[in-house]
């Protein structure tokens, strides 16, 4: 049962233009959500979180939104540049305890 | 300071044997988390261990698989009588939780059950 789920497997954006990463849940107890990115031959590196007590948080060229009513989680990446060109998860959590992930999207900015 | 490290980096077993992937956390964090991620697939949670207490085994795909931590802080994963399934990447993270959220992953171990 795949509480986290990412849809895309894959992702193609210009350099420069805006990354939209797409990720939605089925539990509603989930109360905090991370982006992690991964490059091959290497562990998933944290990126950004969201607590469920708000809609949106933002660092730098990374925002993440969160909309509880709709179970959606998106990650926003702007301008992209060719070193975010990687794999990404989303991850939720109740109370940090156990973690789900999602499956990944495939980012590739092409320069 | 030094991130999680893992060992061995890859690993290749024949099908039946035993192995142990070991885990080692950044100081002072006192979760720590297995996850393993197959080909394709995204990263299924295996265990989890918070300070002093009994472990969240849940996620342990069958009793083959086992892990401790030692003195609260390295880890070991250990696998009996390997099948082909268990081929895949093993990654441990640990958090400062319930200082914070957030994981910090090590590069994984890949096995390979042949």
């Known amino acids: 049962d795949q509480q986290v789920k990412q849809n895309s497997p894959s992702l193609s954006v210009q350099e420069g233009r805006i990354s939209i990463l797409n990720c939605d849940y089925t539990n509603s107890m989930f109360d905090y959500f991370l982006w992690y990115k991964k490059y091959p031959a290497e562990g998933p590196t944290f990126l950004i979180s969201?607590?469920?007590?708000?809609d949106k948080n933002e660092d730098g060229r990374f925002t993440v939104f969160l909309n509880k009513s709709a179970k959606h989680l998106s990650l926003h990446i702007v301008p992209s540049q060719p070193g975010d060109s990687a794999v990404y998860f989303c991850a939720a959590s109740v109370t940090g305890n156990q973690f789900y992930f999602g499956t990944g999207t495939s980012l590739t900015v092409i320069p | 300071g030094a991130g999680v490290s893992q060992s061995p980096s890859n690993k290749v077993t024949e099908k039946g044997k035993d192995v142990e992937l070991r885990c080692d956390p950044i100081?002072?964090?006192?979760?720590l988390y297995w996850y393993r991620q197959s080909l394709g697939q995204g990263l299924e949670f295996l265990i989890y261990f918070q300070g002093n207490s009994a472990p969240d085994k849940s996620g342990l795909p069958s009793d083959r698989f086992s892990a401790e931590r030692t003195g609260g802080s390295v880890s070991t994963l250990t696998i009996q009588r390997t099948q082909q399934e268990d081929s895949a990447v093993y990654l441990c993270a640990s958090s400062s939780f319930p200082g914070g959220y957030e994981q910090y992953f090590g590069p994984g171990t890949r096995l390979t059950v042949t």
């Open positions: 969201i607590s469920s007590i708000k």
């Open positions: 100081s002072g964090h006192t979760a």
